[in-house]
């Protein structure tokens, strides 16, 4: 029976790869708003109710593409900071996480609209997508912790109108990390993705030429502003 029943789950996992792999394809070819479990099971010559027995709804497709993207993007980042030991600068290390991050996008650029482009029109992320999304943020995180544990950050200055939901965010996600910091954190997340993003959708087309090293720099600068110190010899 065990035999059975691992050659059944070898099955199953063979089957969802392939959906998967055809969803990816529409979003490239149609968008996320037009993935259709129909249009799925047609190219892959299965009958629509046996493709509802691996993902009930589109929705639970979407989730499930959302979540692969999340883990792909984050495991980027956590492998750019496990290839740099603790003796490699705090600045060093954020910029070749945010390059990670940059490259990866690149190399997906259909997987990345999903998770940072335009919200999928009737579609709620579950809360399953929430430890994925935050995989790259908890890298920053635990650099900036480490420099500050080492007393190796500069605190950045933070509004006093500000302080209490820097407080309030240190406490959610952020814990050891003073909230200056994470105040200077979010915003810094917040503006590296907006570069890659300006990026892949083409807003630096015909403006900017040297994009990685654009990108370079403002990492290095965003890694100043959280309070790493060196990053402008990064």
């Not at 993007?73 to 900071?81: L, N, P, S, T």
């Not at 040297?210 to 990492?219: I, N, S, T």
Request: charged share 25%.
């Amino acid at each position: 029976m065990s035999t059975i029943r691992g050659a059944r789950e070898r099955a199953r996992i063979e089957v969802t790869a392939a959906i998967k792999d055809e969803a990816r394809k529409q979003l490239a070819e149609e968008g996320a708003p037009k993935l259709s479990l129909r249009a799925v099971a047609r190219e892959l010559g299965m009958v629509s109710s046996a493709l509802y027995r691996y993902f009930p709804s589109r929705d639970d497709l979407l989730t499930a593409l959302i979540v692969d993207a999340f883990d792909a993007i984050g495991a980027a980042a956590e492998q750019a900071v496990a290839e740099r030991t603790r003796a490699v600068p705090p600045a060093e290390r954020w910029v070749a996480v945010a390059c990670a991050v940059r490259e990866w996008a690149l190399a997906h650029p259909h997987e990345y609209a999903l998770i940072y482009g335009s919200p999928v029109p009737g579609y709620i992320a579950p809360m399953d997508t929430v430890g994925p999304a935050a995989r790259v943020g908890l890298v920053f995180i635990d650099i900036v912790r480490g420099a500050f544990r080492a007393g190796d950050l500069t605190l950045p200055p933070l509004a006093d109108a500000l302080r209490p939901d820097a407080e309030r965010m240190a406490a959610d996600f952020a814990e050891g990390v003073p909230p200056e910091s994470v105040a200077a954190l979010v915003a810094a997340w917040a503006q590296l993705f907006g570069l890659i993003s300006f990026e892949l959708f083409g807003q630096f087309n015909r403006v900017v030429e040297e994009r990685e090293q654009l990108f370079r720099q403002a990492a290095g600068e965003l890694a100043r502003s959280v309070g790493l110190r060196d990053a402008a010899a990064v």
